[in-house]
């Protein structure tokens, strides 16, 4: 060996001596800060529930007996109680069934659609199928205004729903692309860059498009919303003392059968409190506000369409047959004291609604209208409240069901 | 391949690893700079690289035929064969589609509308940097600076070297060469120095990111905004760019010192400049002393009195070197105009009583006019269109808008103004601090995991470098 090759070779390794004592460390803390914020700061990058949800799927594949499996947006996380559907099939079929609530917030159909792939290959992986799988077709998450909605999520969400062998798999496809994601999900605690820029950019444009209607606000509407404050911290504390195990209601966990925190769970006093922040939500200023934001975000009186995610669910449906024999499509009820379709809301949800009927041939379960439904079952213009309107979905949702139950073994 | 992905980072680890265990005498490191330089290069589009090998080998043929001929109109001649050949090449793929648009323009304008078309091209990437370069080195060698190589493989490993391929800094192939030919060894401190500017200028890229928003938000919107906001997008361009194109100068630069190779900085604190012709000293330093040696030189200079129309000329064609809109024919004309005025106000008895005013409140007043200078002709660079940049410039010299602000404008301003003092502290650090950051390197490593976990926690590895489109 040359003396000027032995050179070049320590000169290498003291590049690399150097590169490591900058890039390690600061590898190690994007690592901790990642950890960090997304453990601490609740669930703001919605990445815990993908995770937690993601990390149960063996355990729903291996759970033994009847089972249920529904899969949606958060409208059905909040909305859907598992213990309390089990409990009125019970009664009402006389049949043990076990039920998931797999609803995670944002799922518009791409994101649904890894989801659903991946646990088909989780059931696959493990020989099993379930008996039931109810996967919600949310209405104002397949519009043209929702598909553009907070674009820097994309990369975490997808990241944090994908199996390693999908992550794998972009690399013959797109390295640039695997790169990041592999960056996203072992690095960083699926907590992207996009999403750190793109959220506070969102918050400051909130921020200043909230400056001037807060600037509005009389005395009694900032008590409000003080109060509701308080409140919310309360039953925080209330939630930490009394379930300890399940205390981030967010998070998947097999004691809830991955449902939130249900008013039977709580004491009195805590029952209370969550009622009265339901109610005070419910303020007609709040309800407005909100029905304001859904109407930007997702066109949620309209309903323009989008063709591609359409065309996702409709893959999202493929996959789920391949676990279940039995998949039905859901509809939540919606809000109607809030949110009324306009003309070419009702007949672009009409189109749809056809579209997947002849397109999988499935039953469509549609409570948007149902009668048993008011403004009271909801704490905002579209998520049915924890202290009314879940359990009543949840008990609907089980006696139509029932039926079904009643064929299996 | 961008710099600031994790893919350039696997590729380069790879690249490294070969570099100094397998490939270490010249000959195989050359051939091999070659070959790693083209997976670069075709990462970006595969279709373009018979185009740089093209437009290598033409100059390599070109310099030997200069240098083996005596006859002056001989070497005249193989001399235009490279520019036409370099200059051919950026025409066809970056100005084709602005010449037909600007003549159907102008005859609509007289009354003659004509449909010409457009021409199915993608501008190469790269492209203006390395055909400069390319040429660089035959007119080195017709003027007698610089020998012609015999041997291609180190001649088209400095045309093609990837960490400055395409963004520069433009190299002359009589810096480069001589240490391709040989490569030098690496030092400790180039190591260390290399290590400060590429963290550095990945710390300054991230910066330029999050200034995007604010430039956007003017630049981008369909209504007139605010004073306030105006003010904001204007100097949040300001700092994007040079963060953008300064950042990614120090990273080549950087890589380029861990295998040994010296490239000039391309950047000295540009903002701190004291007049235009000053400012140009300190902005991108390789194109501008490019245009001076082998444009402004060749146009005469400042001889026989020509000195400010050689200066327009320079700079008007540096604005269009950039790119194929009259926004940046309006920019470089801007320039041109700007440091002519200051090469008239130098000659009067004005101008040389400013000069000698030693207050340092005046160095204020003239950085400050300078820099208000400089941020008008980003207005132009940085416009759609003509009728934008107007309409931006009236915005921005009409405080008594009745427009309201949005709520935090002045907050967001402050951050701006701070960002880009930042950036400029970085690269006075960069520049004047050299010696001291290697000798006292360990003491500096706590800033540079501070810069990196800055870069790695938010930088997003989408955003592609400006200087790029160019």
Redesign the interface.
Known sequence: M?S??S???R??F??ML??A???L???G??NW??RSAEAGAGDIFGIQRIRSVTESLDYMAATEGNTLLFIGSSLVKDGFSPRIFDATVQSVAHKEVTSFNVGMGNMKPSYLKLLVQRIADTYAAQGRRADVVLLEFNPFLVTQAREQFRPFMTEQVQAMLMSPQQVGATFWQD??R???L??IKYLRHGVS??A??GGL?FL?GQ??AQ??LMAQLTEDQLNHLQQLAEFRSRLNQYIREEQPVTGKSHVWNPVTQGGLIDMMDLSPQAQEVAAEISRQMRHPKAMAMDLQSRIQCCDIENLTVNDKLISEFLDTVDSARRFSDRVEIVLLPRNRQWVQLSPSGQAHLQAVLQRLQQHTGLTIRNYQEHGAFDGSDFYDVSHLSMDKGRPLFSSVLARDLAATFETLE | MLFNTPLFLGFFVLFFLLYCFVFTQPRGRALFLVVASLVFYAGWDYRFVPLLVFSGVVDFFVAQQIEGHTEQRARKRWLLVSIATNLGILGIFKYSNFMIDSVQDTLSFFGMPVSLGTLEVVLPVGISFYTFQSMSYTIDVYRGETRARRNFVPFFATLSFFPQLVAGPILRAKQILPQIERFPQVTPDDVKFGFVLITMGLFKKTIADLLAAPAQTLFNSDAPLSWLETVTGVLAFAGQIYGDFSGYSDIAIGIALLLGIQIPLNFNTPYFALSPVDFWKRWHISLSSWLRDYLYIALGGNRNGRQIRNVFITMLLGGLWHGAAWTFVWWGAYHGTIISLTHLLRRTRLGQWLAGIELSAFRWLQWLFTFYLVCIGWVFFRAESMGDAFAILGALHNPASTIEAQPYAGGVLAMVALVILLIHCIDYGIVHRRELITRRYPRFVPLLILGLTFTILIGEPGYEFIYFQF
Request: glycine share 0%; no cysteine.
């Open positions: 040359s000027s090759t050179s070049s070779r000169m290498a003291y590049t150097i590169a004592v900058t890039l460390p600061a590898m803390l994007v800060l990642t390295p640039e695997f790169a990041r592999v960056s860059a996009e750190i820029t950019r400051v921020a200043q400056a001037p």
